[in-house]
């Protein structure tokens, strides 16, 4: 699901893109919207979800729908805040007769030093995601390892009250360990 959200705001920030080079060369928004479609599936492709998007505001202009509130049902459905805080701001620059052209240049680049950071990101924790990795498979393999060269040695730890309370604990303290490991590694922007 995360990995659907991120393409979504990778396809619409050059949605954003597309649209304001339609609406600096003249168009009016909903014409933009219909002239984007084309573009967004040859940059795409017919099947991608920015363009059943597009798609599914142009049909809302057959039935009369406002775009505002197309373009808010869109940002609630995505559940992304970068498309949501695009909507609200879409919806009081046409109220107010903001210069759209500026906002969705703006929106898009916020939009797409955003995504660079978030790469950024991940391409600075790789390595450290998979020392953790390496990192949680470490205590089984070292427990296999002394179960397969001294099978006496771990004979204490599962049999008396006192080594299964101890290995419990060491199990618990394993897992949380795991669990902090990955918030810590993931980090939001």
Not at 81 to 104: P, S, W
Not at 120 to 137: C, F, G, H, P
Not at 163 to 186: D, K
């Amino acid at each position: 699901m995360e990995k659907r959200r991120q393409e979504l705001l990778n396809q619409f920030k050059e949605s954003l893109t597309v649209l304001s080079s339609f609406l600096s060369a003249g168009y009016s928004t909903e014409n933009s919207f219909r002239a984007s479609i084309p573009e967004l599936k040859n940059m795409f492709s017919e099947r991608a979800m920015i363009v059943r998007e597009f798609e599914n505001i142009v049909n809302g202009f057959s039935m009369n729908k406002p775009l505002e509130e197309m373009l808010s049902d869109f940002a609630f459905r995505s559940g992304l805040d970068d498309i949501t805080n695009f909507a609200e701001t879409f919806n009081i620059a046409k109220r107010n007769g903001g210069n759209l052209v500026h906002i969705i240049t703006h929106t898009s680049g916020i939009i797409r030093d955003k995504v660079q950071i978030i790469e950024d990101i991940k391409t600075l924790n790789a390595s450290k995601i998979y020392e953790q990795r390496v990192m949680n498979i470490i205590p089984f393999v070292i427990i296999l390892y002394m179960n397969f060269s001294s099978p006496d040695f771990f004979v204490s730890l599962y049999t008396t009250f006192v080594g299964r309370i101890t290995m419990t604990v060491c199990l618990l303290i394993y897992f949380i360990s795991i669990f902090l490991a990955n918030r810590i590694m993931n980090i939001e922007v």
